[in-house]
Structures are given as structure tokens and as C-alpha cells.
């Protein structure tokens, strides 16, 4: 997306490259991931992308819960079954072992990058062990699928902090936490996203065309009139 942009400005002779001029580059928690913070901070770009954690470290939002609750709270089943979280699970990152609440001896299963570049250790328990835990039905959310050909007991992952060196994703905290981070990013919230609930507003929730190409050209349209609208109440020929 970033190149397309830079693309579209050379195209128009606006600038060579735009981001050399240090515009400001901001962007929703959706494109928070490692690659993405990698790729701004080897190219110099001027970016602002917060994680799905920035408002937990904000001073300002520790009521925030309390006051209004979640926002995925009316989007979650009432019937969801909550299981035995990892922190009940004993974790050794010297030895690299893991016990079950039961005191069970885990398997490690792999260790490997999560998405953010950072080192997490797997665990899973034998499925004979499984079987006859007192504590199954509290431990995996669908106890029968123990009994499966091949199956596997409860797993659960570990990040070594010790261990981790330090990402992209950790430069883009710095980022977002910081007094300017979270002015610019706050502004972004007032200028953006009213565009797309106005949108919305118009009757933008899905597209019905298929095709990139039909898409586009659809979004396009929208976007014109969202335009169109806004020089009609605030630009010259309002005046």
C-alpha cells in the first residue's frame, strides 16, 4: 500500500518520494505486525502504528473497562466455555520444561517467532494423560476430542522475555506511547475515522460487486461523493 502511494505521487510529479519529506504515516491496529513495523523503520518512514495494547499502557484509559466495559463484550457468546488459563501452568524457561496443574510433565513441542518476531516455547500434554485428569472438563474446551485418533491433550505457549531481543514492534511502542505519538494518533481518531462511518452512513457495509477491479471502482464512487460533500459544506463553494 505504502509503495502504491509513493507510486501515485511520482506518477503526478508531485515528489519523488513522498516520504522523504517526513509526512506522517498513521494506521489502524490491524496493520500492527512485525513485517509492517520492519518495513517503516528501514525505510526511514515516518510512521505511526499502534498495537492492540497501546489504550492498557495509556494513563488516561485505566476506566475506560469499567466505565463502558469492553467493546467486544456484546459481540461474545454468552455459552463460550473459559478454560484453565497457562498462568496455572508452571513454567520452567531454564530447563525448558512445563507442568500441568495436575503436576503432569509436558511435552515441548517446538519452539519457533510468533508474528511479532518474538520467541515463544510450545507445550502439549500426552492424550493418555488427558483422558484421565480429574480436571478435563475445566482444561480443554472440547474434552471429547481426546478420545479422537491422534489426538492431543491440552497445549498452551510461553514467551521467554529473558531471552527476546528486542523487534520493530517494540520501536513502534516506543512510538505510540510517547507524548507525540499519542497526539498524532489521537488526531488521526478525530480526522480518519469519521470518514468511514460517514461511508457507512451512506450505505457502505459491503460491497456488492466482486472483483478487485469492481471493487475499486465501486469504493471509488463513494468516495467521490464523500468529496463532493465536503467541498459543497466546508470548501470554497460553500463560501
Known sequence: M???????????AINEDIYETGIIITADTGFADEPNMQYLNENNINGYVPDN?????????ATQIEKHGKRSDHRKNSNAKSVIPSSEFRYDPTDNTCCCPEGHSMTCKKKG????????????CKASICKTCPRINTCMRNPEAIHKRNAIGRQVSFINEEKRKPTYTDWMKERIDSDEGKLIYGHRMSVIEPVFGNLSNKGLTTFSLRGKTK?????????????????????????
Do not use: S
Request: aromatic content about 14%; some cysteine; charged content about 30%.
Open 215 to 239: 471493487v475499486q471502482n465501486q469504493f471509488k464512487l463513494y468516495c467521490l461523493v464523500h468529496n463532493i460533500e465536503k467541498i459543497k459544506n466546508y470548501g470554497k463553494i460553500a463560501a
Open 113 to 124: 517467532e510468533n508474528q511479532r518476531g518474538i520467541e515463544t516455547v510450545f507445550f502439549h
Open 53 to 61: 495494547q497501546f489504550r492498557k499502557r495509556d494513563e488516561k484509559f
Open 2 to 12: 505504502l509503495k502504491t502511494i509513493n507510486e501515485r505521487y511520482q506518477q503526478l
